[in-house]
């Protein structure tokens, strides 16, 4: 991405409705784009995580600051890349777009639990490393999928 277009980016994002903040009830929020960083542990491994343009709302009285459900889809996007995990959207094309079956046809599918892959698509869970191979089995060899159909039949 361009210099110019991020300018753009964080233009747009500040001029979004005004919102009072919860904190003081008194200022309002105002969005800025931030990069954080933080170590987090998957597996037993720990790992520095960078996220940028994470939006963040600041308040203009006390200064305190919330991220949001935005913020907490791009954490958890950074965290699947960082530790080599499908990331939410590549979960949900697998599902959707590959293996075209809903939620229940793909947990019945595959011995999965429907809250499990509910999660992991909305981003509430990591899935851990034998899972990870799993959907990576089921979205690169398509006779897997076919075994599977004959198992779950
Ligand atoms: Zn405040």
């Known amino acids: 991405m361009t210099r110019t277009k991020l300018a753009k980016m964080k233009k747009t994002t500040r001029t979004s409705k005004r919102r009072r903040c919860p904190a003081c009830g008194q200022g309002w929020l105002e969005t800025t784009i931030v990069r954080d960083r933080f170590v987090h542990e998957e597996d037993g491994i720990r790992r520095p995580v960078?996220?940028?343009?994470?939006?963040?709302?600041?308040?203009?009285?006390?200064?305190?600051?919330?991220?949001?459900?935005?913020?907490?889809?791009?954490?958890?996007?950074?965290?699947?890349?960082?530790?080599?995990?499908?990331?939410?959207?590549?979960?949900?094309?697998?599902?959707?777009?590959?293996?075209?079956?809903?939620?229940?046809?793909?947990?019945?599918?595959?011995?999965i639990g429907l809250a499990t892959i509910s999660r992991w698509e909305r981003g509430r869970l990591v899935q851990n490393r034998a899972m990870d191979r799993y959907l990576r089995v089921l979205r690169d060899n398509p006779a897997s999928v076919r075994y599977l159909k004959h198992l779950s039949a």
């Open 50 to 111: 960078l996220v940028e343009d994470v939006p963040i709302d600041t308040c203009t009285e006390c200064a305190e600051s919330f991220r949001g459900p935005e913020a907490s889809r791009l954490h958890h996007e950074a965290v699947c890349r960082t530790f080599g995990f499908l990331t939410p959207r590549e979960i949900f094309d697998l599902r959707e777009k590959i293996l075209r079956l809903t939620q229940e046809e793909f947990a019945h599918l595959t011995g």
